[in-house]
């Protein structure tokens, strides 16, 4: 049972790269699948979120217009376009179940993919 992370890379400002979060031994539809991620130096911060059920979804300011989180039975993804220096960091997926006022919240997570680098460099 584990979740896995592809999909980073190098990419200039303003491109784009879609993550992915792949469940192995589980379905994630009942379970909340957020991202976060961590930049050198800084906190791992909370990015996303898509509820299981309804599918809502929830973004942090920062890239609300840019990113677009989405999920199937088995695959979890991070469309992230228009990319940012600032955006540079290591992507991780985690899966959930919890309340809607704990979705920044990383100690609620069951488990947590490796992570994944993202560098937004020209």
């Known amino acids: 049972v584990q979740l896995q992370a592809f999909g980073g890379g190098l990419v200039e400002p303003g491109g784009a790269l879609k993550l992915a979060c792949v469940a192995s031994?589980?379905?994630?539809?009942?379970?909340?699948i957020s991202w976060f991620r961590q930049a050198p130096g800084k906190e791992r911060e909370w990015v996303s979120t898509i509820r299981h059920g309804a599918k809502v979804t929830y973004y942090t300011d920062s890239v609300k217009g840019r990113f677009t989180v989405s999920k199937d039975s088995h695959t979890a993804y991070l469309q992230m376009n228009n990319l940012k220096p600032e955006d540079s960091a290591i992507y991780y997926c985690?899966?959930?179940?919890?309340?809607?006022?704990?979705?920044?919240?990383?100690?609620?997570?069951?488990?947590w993919g490796q992570g994944t680098l993202v560098t937004v460099s020209s």
């Open positions: 031994g589980f379905t994630l539809d009942s379970y909340t």
């Open positions: 985690a899966r959930g179940r919890p309340i809607l006022s704990a979705i920044r919240n990383e100690n609620v997570y069951y488990s």
